[in-house]
C-alpha cells in the first residue's frame, strides 16, 4: 500500500493522476522512496568587470551562485566541486581567456535557511560535508563567490566558464 | 508514510521553485538483485525549461578522512567488490523536459562464476542547466563575465549475490563538548559480505539518568539520528548543537548505538544486523 501511495503521487506530478487512477497498478512499479533533487538556483554572475581591476563576489553576494539541495531529512551529503582556473571569451577568437580563483571562503553551505549568512564557510577546492536539514524542513543551500582578474589588454566579449558541484549521497 | 510526506514535501517544494533548474533523482539508492540483474532510477524535472542530463558510473564508497569528515572514496586498490565493469546504464544522455519524468534503466551482466556477495558502484546523474543570461553585450566594448552551474548527484549502486549478511563493529568511542556543540568520533568497521546501512543514534543524559535535549535545526530531540553507510570502515565525526544555555556542571553519559535501520530507503533493502551500543562520560567542569 506504501509503495503505491508513492507511486500514484509521483505520477500526479505529472498531471496524469486522473488517467492513473482508476487503473491497477503494476506490481514491476517502481518503488520510489524519498529522492534527492539538486537544484540550480542562482549562476554565478560577475556582470560588467573592468579591464585591470580584479573583481570579487563573496558567496553571501546577491549575484553569487547558489544551489539547493532536498532529500532524506539529516542526511549528509559530501560537497565538492569541480573549478574552472580560466574563462574563455566566447566572442573573441580562440586562445583569448580570463583567469578565475577560489579562495578559502569561496563556499558557503547551510542547512535549511536559505541565507548564507550565518551558514559554514568552506573552500569549495577543498569540498565540505553538509547536511540537510530536519524532517521539517528537509533542505540544504549551497553558495559560491570567486574573483576574476581581467588583464589590461583582455578584449572585449562575453566570459563563460563552467562550475560543476557534485553531491554524493551516503 | 514519513516517505510519502517527504516525497509530496519535497515535490510540492520543487514545484513551487519556478526559477530554479534541477532534475530529482529517485531513488536516492539503488539494490538491485541478482535473480533480476536489473534496476532503475527516475529522473523528474520540477522546472520549467528542459534539463540535459548525462548519465556515467564509477567505482567508490563513502570512507572518512583523518578529520573524520564523510569523503567518496574513488581510489580504491581494491577493486575485487566493484560492479563498474558489469553494470550499464541506459541512455546514457537524455533531455527530460518541464514537468517531465524519465527512467534509467540499469543492467547487469555479472561474469560467470561471480561469488556470492554485494558489489557496488555509483551513479553519476550531471543535469546542465541553461547558459547564464549575460545582458548589455550590445556594448561591444564591455567585458561580461558568468559562470554556468551544473549539478551532479551520485548515488550508491549495490548487486547482491547470493546469501549477503552485513555486521558492525563500534570502538574507539569518544565525546567531548566544544562550545555549544557535542563532537563525537567512533571507529566502525563492517562485518559480513555487505555494507552496513544504518543510522547512528546519539541520547545524552545526565547524572540522574534524565535525557538532555539536542538541537537539530530549530528542534530539540532527544535523540540525535544521522544515516550512516559502512562500506569497509570509517571514523565519522558527528556535531550536534547543545540548546541555550549549555549544559550545567556535572556528568553526562553520551549513549551511542548503531542501528540497521533506515526511514528513508525500503526496509525490505536494508539488510538485518544486531544494533552495537556503547557509552562514554562527558563531564562539563
Known amino acids: 500500500m506504501k509503495k503505491t501511495l508513492l507511486l500514484v503521487m509521483c505520477v500526479g506530478l505529472t498531471g496524469r493522476a486522473a488517467a492513473q487512477a482508476g487503473s491497477s497498478v503494476s506490481a514491476h512499479a517502481v518503488v520510489v522512496t524519498v529522492g534527492m533533487t539538486i537544484s540550480t538556483l542562482r549562476d554565478l554572475n560577475f556582470g560588467t568587470v573592468i579591464k585591470g581591476v580584479p573583481t570579487t563576489i563573496l558567496p553571501t553576494a546577491a549575484n553569487a551562485g547558489e544551489w539547493q539541495v532536498s532529500g532524506s531529512a539529516n542526511a549528509f551529503i559530501v560537497i565538492s566541486f569541480t573549478l574552472p582556473t580560466q574563462l574563455t571569451n566566447i566572442q573573441a577568437l580562440p586562445g583569448s581567456t580570463m583567469p578565475i580563483a577560489f579562495s578559502g571562503i569561496s563556499a558557503i553551505w547551510r542547512r535549511s535557511t536559505n541565507n548564507p549568512v550565518g551558514g559554514t564557510v568552506f573552500d569549495p577546492a577543498v569540498g565540505a560535508v553538509g547536511r540537510l536539514g530536519p524532517p521539517s524542513n528537509f533542505n540544504m543551500y549551497v553558495w559560491i563567490g570567486g574573483t576574476v582578474t581581467p588583464a589590461l589588454a583582455a578584449k572585449p566579449g562575453i566570459y563563460q566558464g563552467n562550475v560543476v558541484v557534485s553531491l554524493i549521497y551516503q | 508514510m514519513m516517505r510519502a510526506l517527504g516525497l509530496a514535501g519535497m515535490l510540492a517544494l520543487a514545484s513551487a521553485s519556478l526559477a530554479a533548474q534541477g532534475v530529482m533523482v529517485a531513488p536516492h539508492a539503488v539494490f538491485i538483485d541478482h535473480r533480476l540483474r536489473s534496476g532503475s532510477v527516475l529522473l523528474y524535472n520540477p522546472g520549467t525549461e528542459p534539463v540535459e542530463v548525462s548519465i556515467s558510473t564509477i567505482f567508490g564508497y563513502p570512507t572518512t578522512d583523518s578529520a573524520g569528515r564523510i569523503t567518496l572514496d574513488t581510489l580504491l586498490a581494491d577493486s575485487t567488490v566493484s560492479a563498474l565493469g558489469w553494470i550499464q546504464a541506459f541512455p546514457r544522455r537524455l533531455t527530460v523536459g518541464p514537468r517531465e519524468r524519465q527512467t534509467v534503466r540499469l543492467l547487469a551482466r555479472p ?62 568511542l569518544s565525546a567531548r563538548i566544544v562550545g555549544d556543540s557535542l563532537i563525537t568520533r567512533s571507529k566502525l568497521e563492517r562485518r559480513g559480505n555487505a555494507a552496513f546501512i544504518g543510522m547512528i543514534r546519539e541520547t545524552l543524559v545526565d547524572s540522574t539518568g534524565a535525557v538532555r535535549g539536542q538541537r537539530v535545526g530549530d528542534s530539540l530531540v532527544t535523540t540525535f539520528a544521522s544515516p550512516i553507510g559502512v562500506y569497509v570502515a570509517m571514523q565519522p565525526r558527528l556535531a550536534s548543537a547543545i540548546p541555550h544555555p549549555g549544559l550545567p556542571r556535572g556528568r553526562y553519559w553520551l549513549r551511542y548505538e548503531v542501528v540497521a535501520e533506515r526511514d528513508d530507503l525500503d526496509p525490505t533493502v536494508v539488510l538485518k544486523a544486531p544494533a552495537v551500543r556503547d557509552s562514554v562520560q562527558l563531564v562539563v567542569p
Not at chain 2, 555509483?122 to 542547466?129: G, M, N, P
Open chain 2, 111 to 172: 561474469p560467470a562464476g561471480l561469488p556470492d556477495g554485494e558489489y557496488w558502484l555509483r551513479l553519476v546523474i550531471a543535469a546542465q542547466a541553461g547558459r547564464v543570461p549575460i545582458t548589455g553585450v550590445a556594448d561591444t566594448t564591455a567585458i561580461q563575465v558568468g559562470l554556468t552551474l551544473e549539478v551532479r548527484t551520485i548515488i550508491g549502486v549495490n548487486y547482491r549475490k547470493g546469501p549477503v549478511g552485513t555486521g558492525v563493529t563500534l570502538s574507539q
